[in-house]
């Protein structure tokens, strides 16, 4: 069985944000099919990880990112268990994950959530350019990258001329066997608990709300699809906000 180790720079376990619950089911699925062991903090409930080893490595504090001790400890433990390679959740740890490749040898594939830099000049953080410097760089010295959409692995492919043998699409997956069964029961429940008429739309929406893209979706459907949606005067609907 191939043996894999995954850097996770935060805590994700219970998961209660799309990018914990991308990170947890990862691991989940992968330590099925792998010896997979995951370093992470102490915060996790690693009793949730039933499927791989854990390892509570990295710091609390935002320190952790800059550690000096982690590139002698993760290459040790890579040495010891045979590991060949190593993924790394975001960008963050792109110099970590550069010193451990030149002391081991191991496979590095970065496992992306987002083209970063561009989220966070979205929340108008002063330091977008300097990240975005770190991750191109971080991206050309991988040799495996995942992404979540086409769109971003076409980004780095076309922007940052990212060879497209390096890159693999991997999308948020959908955990459940089969079609829901009770889908009309659970509607019925919604119209009932928040006194939606039969013959309505429900048009919902659901995702953290402190997460600056997120709310400005929130925003264009408020603020841009709603008053397009009120003048259809035949069009009866109800708009249900999950945070």
């Given amino acids: 069985m191939k043996k894999l180790l995954a850097i996770a720079p935060y805590p994700y376990l219970p998961y209660f944000s799309g990018g914990q619950k991308f990170i947890a089911k990862t691991f989940e699925y992968l330590g099925?099919?792998?010896?997979?062991?995951?370093?992470?903090?102490?915060?996790?409930?690693?009793?949730?990880?039933?499927?791989?080893?854990?390892?509570?490595?990295?710091?609390?504090?935002?320190?952790?990112?800059f550690d000096p001790a982690l590139p002698g400890r993760i290459s040790e433990l890579i040495k010891k268990n045979e590991i060949d390679t190593v993924i790394w959740e975001h960008p963050y740890f792109a110099w970590l994950a550069y010193r451990v490749k030149k002391r081991t040898g191991a496979r590095t594939v970065i496992h992306t959530h987002n083209i970063e830099y561009q989220r966070f000049r979205s929340t108008g953080r002063w330091w977008w350019p300097l990240l975005k410097i770190y991750e191109?760089?971080?991206?050309?010295?991988?040799?495996?990258?995942?992404?979540?959409?086409?769109?971003?692995?076409?980004?780095?492919?076309?922007?940052?001329?990212?060879?497209?043998?390096?890159?693999?699409?991997?999308?948020?997956?959908?955990?459940?066997?089969?079609?829901?069964?009770?889908?009309?029961?659970?509607?019925?429940?919604?119209?009932?608990?928040?006194?939606?008429?039969?013959?309505?739309?429900?048009?919902?929406?659901?995702?953290?709300?402190?997460?600056?893209?997120?709310?400005?979706?929130?925003?264009?459907i408020l603020d841009r699809i709603n008053p397009v949606l009120l003048k259809q005067s035949a069009f009866h609907y109800k708009i249900i906000i999950c945070g």
Avoid: M
Avoid at 49 to 63: G, M, R
Avoid at 200 to 213: A, S, T
């Fill in 32 to 65: 099925r099919r792998s010896d997979l062991t995951v370093i992470g903090t102490k915060e996790n409930d690693w009793s949730l990880a039933t499927t791989y080893k854990t390892i509570p490595l990295l710091k609390s504090s935002f320190s952790r990112y």
């Fill in 136 to 220: 191109k760089w971080c991206f050309k010295k991988a040799d495996h990258l995942l992404f979540i959409t086409p769109g971003e692995k076409e980004f780095a492919i076309k922007n940052w001329n990212i060879p497209p043998e390096k890159c693999i699409d991997l999308p948020f997956g959908v955990d459940i066997q089969a079609f829901p069964t009770d889908r009309d029961t659970c509607r019925e429940r919604i119209r009932s608990k928040h006194k939606i008429g039969s013959a309505d739309k429900i048009i919902f929406f659901n995702g953290l709300l402190d997460y600056k893209p997120n709310l400005d979706a929130l925003k264009v």
